[in-house]
C-alpha cells in the first residue's frame, strides 16, 4: 500500500567530524517534532574529509538517518571494502564498472512506503567512468515496477551536466535529483516535471574553512602548485547545508533549501520553519 505523503530531507556532503556532529545534533533536535523524516546524506567526506569508516556510519546510523550515499572519494579509508557489502544503508555511485563492491541503488521500506535511492556520478572533470546515462535510466525502469518514490544523488562537478542529467532524469519520472560534489549550495531549487531539482545541496562543516578544509593548507597548494595534503577545518561555527523535499505518490510538491549556522554542537535550537 502506498503512503501517500512523504517527507525526504537530504544533508549536502558532511565533512569530518563538525559536520558529523552538526548534522546529529540537527537530527536530535528535528526529530523531537518529526518522525516522518526520511533522511539521506551523501557521507563520502564524513571520516576526516575522506570517506566513511564503519564506525562513523554506524555512528550516523544511530542518529537516525535512513541512507547514506557516496561519491568518488567513498574508497578513500580502504576498510571500506572490509564492510561496504554488509552495510545495508550504503550505496556507492551505480556507474562503477561491474564487479565493484557494494551496490548503486537501494530500495528502503518507510512508514508503509517504499523508498528508492540510487548514487551516481558525473563524468564531466571527473575521473572516467562508465557513462550514468543508460545505466541509470536502466535502473530507473526496474524500480518504477516497484516504487515511484526515488531520489537520485548526482555527484558531479560540472553544473550544465547537472542542469542535463536533471531534466534526462524528470523525463523518466524521476521523484527528485539532489546534486553533490561542489559543496556550495546552489539556490535553483525547484520542480520539473514533477521531479525536486538542485544542481548542489552544499556541504555540511566548519563555515570558516576551503569547502570544509583548512584555508592554511589550501591555499599553500593552490599558491605553489606543491602536493600539499588537505587537512580538515575542526573550527566552529558550522554549518548544515540540506534541502526538503515533499513527495506524494512519487511526484515533488515542494523543495526547500535548508542554509543553519550552529555556533557549537550543543547550541542548535531548531525552528522546523528554517530554511532559506
Request: charged fraction near 25%; aromatic fraction near 8%; charge should be negative.
Amino acid at each position: 500500500m502506498l503512503n501517500n505523503k512523504i517527507k525526504v530531507l537530504f544533508f549536502g556532503d558532511l565533512v569530518g567530524k563538525v559536520g558529523r556532529q552538526a548534522v546529529t545534533t540537527y537530527l536530535s533536535q528535528r526529530k523531537k517534532y518529526e518522525d516522518n523524516l526520511f533522511v539521506i546524506i551523501n557521507g563520502e567526506n564524513a571520516s576526516h574529509g575522506f570517506g566513511l569508516t564503519p564506525k562513523n556510519y554506524n555512528e550516523l546510523i544511530d542518529a537516525g538517518v535512513d541512507c547514506i550515499t557516496s561519491g568518488n572519494h567513498i574508497w578513500d579509508k580502504k576498510d571500506i571494502f572490509n564492510y561496504i557489502d554488509e552495510a545495508d544503508k550504503l550505496i556507492r555511485p551505480i556507474n562503477y564498472p561491474a564487479g565493484t563492491q557494494g551496490v548503486g541503488s537501494r530500495i528502503f521500506e518507510f512508514n508503509g512506503a517504499k523508498i528508492a535511492v540510487i548514487n551516481a556520478l558525473g563524468r564531466v572533470f571527473m575521473q572516467p567512468l562508465d557513462s550514468p546515462w543508460d545505466i541509470v535510466k536502466s535502473e530507473v525502469e526496474k524500480l518504477k515496477e516497484i516504487t515511484p518514490n526515488i531520489i537520485v544523488d548526482f555527484h558531479a562537478e560540472a553544473t550544465a551536466e547537472k542542469l542535463c542529467f536533471g531534466r534526462f532524469l524528470s523525463e523518466l519520472g524521476v521523484s527528485a535529483m539532489v546534486g553533490t560534489h561542489t559543496h556550495v549550495q546552489t539556490a535553483d531549487e525547484k520542480i520539473i516535471n514533477g521531479m525536486a531539482y538542485i544542481t548542489d545541496v552544499g556541504f555540511c562543516g566548519s563555515i570558516d574553512s576551503i569547502i570544509g578544509m583548512e584555508y592554511q593548507t589550501s591555499i599553500k597548494r593552490l599558491m605553489t602548485s606543491l602536493p600539499e595534503r588537505y587537512e580538515v577545518s575542526a573550527s566552529y561555527p558550522a554549518q548544515i547545508n540540506a534541502v526538503e523535499v515533499s513527495l506524494i505518490d512519487g511526484k515533488a510538491t515542494e523543495i526547500k533549501r535548508i542554509n543553519i549556522k550552529l555556533e557549537a554542537q550543543e547550541e542548535l535550537e531548531v525552528d522546523v520553519g528554517n530554511s532559506v
